[in-house]
């Protein structure tokens, strides 16, 4: 279908420019480590407060190093107006959105991977224990970053202050789906399995993603032409 | 009964309330080529944009080819120049037209690409990074983009500004293609002479209004400032 | 005709606010409160009320995206700083209550904190319009703006109420306990009285857009010469 082409198309082109030059995924690599380890001065990591805060520490620099990567995302459209010339060719918002948020979420969801094992060593926390579970927590709570994130880069990147911008509206909308995420999250690394009380939270994550999926999807062309 | 190229009755464009654009109506049939002529801040980028579909008029209305410019179909139809070359600086030549190629479905997208390299004089730099790229192989290559997938409308924002004597001639040459293949052309500009050789049609905007519309004339070409003269305010 | 309709809602919500008070200074002492209950008559219309602006402003949002007509975009803006200012007494009534009951000038109970994170919304919708330059540009991407946080709200409110009831907490007053039948009437008048406030303080913040935008427009048309 040609709708998917497009999207494959805009996914793999981002993926590739990123790759040339790793501006973006570099500098959010490096932003994580040291939030990490700033983190790690905030508290004394004794085995009890490292468990509770886990959940709540690792969507902390998720979230911070996820959001250079969702401003760079329209921002390399600048130059020479490339963002022109996606938007006059006969490729729909969505799938502009779509092709987008995907690029974000694979170089966003491949800090995250980083990040932990980074975090196991730092906090001396044995994280992997439901694995699966938690992989599938990161998803979904990435996916709801990026995709809010996506929208809400094309809105801002032509306003002034952009890089704070960003950040400044929408961190405010993500909080449930953070909330939800950072719960789960402390749980799992705890080595709990997700059940009862937590699939609440779970069921909070796909409500989230779909809903704001859905409204991206139908608002993407109106920020785009404005 | 074919329909225009382009038509736009009574079109307004307001910022907020000021009108930049007021009650234009203009009919380009297609096969012409028409220059669209008028001092700096006169609205022809705004109307330009306008007719790529970049923003809705705010009175009146705009049709190309008998339909809504931001269609899908139309879309496919048109390409456009701006003040940016519209390529990215981190990809290949040839991945850029690739990109493009396969964003407006063309069916042997690597074919397309590498022909419009060797017409823009470029096929040698195929592989080369675009931010390696000399201004005039830039330019070239954004026409290149502009042209790549056919389209029956070509809508240029002052495309000769700055370029260099190589790249004039190869936007001169698939220009005239295009037109002998029964495209329709618009552009603004302000390197008159150039316009006034390709240009069928002339139009002149000033502070937003159309003062003349016609076609060209030998005056025009004989004297590229004529219609300023006439009716352009001083 | 507008003034005058204006006029009678101000006295209107004067008249009953002031006889309210009365009536609220009458009441008894709440048994475990003593005299701060009192703050509830403001804190929670407001409340109520910037919640309503919340789903106003949506409505509003999604009206300008379809028929493109500014006169929803002023309705937007004007229900929501409105809804600003009433969230933030609805802020500082609660951080009062707080720090006389329990002696702490925040509390992280559903109500507040959610109360909070939307005039945290309201706040960046406001910065996210003085940042926009050109009107459409500005009405379009607030109202994109105000569809996403203002569907948030609800979803907001839900996850923060799990995530204090999963959460075992000090067990503070149910604000919503059972209300003696004198308080629901003084209550429900306060309310009245807050919406018809709101109502028109919008009003007059809209009559302040339409100028402004008047203005707006002169100024344009004297740089254009």
Same mark, same amino acid.
């Given at each position: 279908m040609r709708f998917i082409r497009q999207v494959m198309v805009i996914t793999a082109k981002d993926l590739r420019a990123e790759m040339r030059t790793k501006e973006a995924i570099n500098a959010s690599f490096a932003f994580a480590i040291v939030v990490l380890l700033i983190l790690s001065f905030a508290?004394?990591?004794?085995e009890d407060t490292t468990r509770e805060i886990s959940g709540g520490l690792l969507w902390i620099v998720f979230l911070f190093a996820g959001t250079l990567i969702l401003n760079r995302s329209f921002a390399r459209e600048l130059p020479n107006d490339c963002l022109d010339a996606l938007i006059a060719a006969p490729v729909p918002g969505a799938a502009l959105f779509l092709g987008k948020g995907l690029a974000n979420f694979v170089l966003i969801f491949a800090v995250e991977i980083v990040a932990l094992p980074v975090f196991g060593i730092f906090y001396n926390v044995?994280?992997?224990?439901?694995f699966w579970a938690l992989i599938l927590v990161m998803v979904l709570g990435t996916w709801g970053l990026t995709a809010i994130g996506t929208v809400f880069g094309a809105l801002t990147v032509?306003?002034?202050l952009r890089e704070v911008m960003l950040p400044l509206l929408v961190y405010p909308i993500m909080i449930p789906i953070l909330l939800g995420a950072m719960k789960l999250s402390t749980e799992l690394v705890a080595g709990q399995p997700i059940s009862g009380d937590l699939m609440v939270w779970l069921k909070l994550l796909f409500g989230f993603d779909i809903i704001f999926t859905a409204l991206s999807l139908v608002l993407m062309d109106t920020v785009l032409l404005g | 009964m074919s329909a225009a190229a382009v038509d736009c009755a009574g079109v307004w464009k307001f910022y907020g309330d000021y009108?930049?654009?007021?009650d234009i109506s203009l009919t380009v049939p297609p096969g012409r080529c028409l220059a669209l002529i008028g001092r700096n801040g006169a609205g022809k980028t705004t109307l330009l944009r306008m007719l790529a579909g970049y923003s809705k008029p705010g009175r009146g209305q705009v049709t190309i080819f008998g339909k809504s410019p931001r269609e899908t179909d139309t879309r496919q139809r048109i390409g456009f120049i701006g003040h940016?070359?519209?390529?990215?600086?981190?990809?290949s030549a040839i991945e850029n037209l690739r990109l493009f190629a396969r964003l407006y479905g063309l069916p042997d997208p690597e074919r397309s690409a590498s022909e419009w390299l060797e017409r823009t004089g470029l096929e040698r730099v195929?592989?080369?990074?675009?931010?390696? &790229?000399s201004r005039g192989m830039r330019q070239r290559l954004a026409v290149a983009r502009a042209f790549l997938h056919g389209p029956s409308l070509l809508l240029l924002d002052e495309? &000769?500004?700055?370029?260099?004597d190589r790249a004039i001639a190869v936007l001169q040459t698939v220009l005239r293609d295009a037109l002998a293949a029964g495209r329709t052309v618009v552009m603004s500009t302000h390197q008159l002479r150039e316009a006034m050789d390709l240009a069928t049609n002339v139009a002149l905007l000033n502070h937003g209004r159309l003062a003349f519309q016609g076609e060209r004339t030998e005056e025009m070409v004989k004297d590229p400032g004529w219609v300023y003269a006439q009716y352009g305010e001083s | 005709m507008r003034q005058k309709v204006m006029f009678v809602m101000l006295a209107l919500a004067m008249i009953l606010l002031v006889r309210n008070l009365y009536t609220i200074s009458m009441?008894?002492?709440? $048994?475990?409160?003593?005299?701060?209950?009192?703050i509830i008559f403001f804190h929670l219309p407001a409340a109520i009320a910037a919640m309503l602006g919340s789903a106003v402003a949506l409505v509003a949002s999604v009206m300008f995206l379809w028929k493109r007509n500014f006169k929803y975009d002023a309705l937007a803006v004007a229900v929501t700083e409105v809804g600003l200012a009433f969230l933030a007494v609805n802020l500082v009534t609660g951080s009062i209550w707080a720090h006389v009951i329990?002696?702490?000038?925040?509390a992280w109970d559903p109500r507040l904190t959610s109360a909070l994170i939307c005039w945290i919304l309201y706040a960046g919708y406001l910065i996210l319009r003085q940042s926009l330059e050109e009107p459409t540009q500005r009405a379009t991407f607030a109202a994109v703006y105000s569809i996403f946080a203002f569907t948030d709200v609800p979803i907001v409110y839900f996850s923060i109420r799990w995530w204090r009831t999963i959460h075992p907490q000090? $067990?503070?007053?149910?604000?919503?306990g059972s209300f003696p039948p004198d308080w629901s009437r003084a209550l429900l008048i306060n309310m009245v009285a807050i919406f018809l406030l709101y109502a028109l303080l919008t009003m007059v913040r809209l009559r302040q857009e339409q100028t402004q935008r008047e203005i707006d427009y002169l100024r344009r048309t004297v740089h254009a010469i």
């Open positions: 508290f004394e990591p004794t044995r994280w992997a224990r439901q032509n306003i002034r | 009108p930049a654009l007021r940016g070359i519209a390529v990215y600086d981190e990809l195929r592989d080369g990074l675009v931010r390696e &790229f495309p &000769f500004t700055a370029l260099d | 009441l008894p002492d709440e $048994v475990n409160q003593g005299q701060i209950f009192r329990w002696g702490v000038w925040w000090p $067990v503070f007053f149910s604000k919503n």
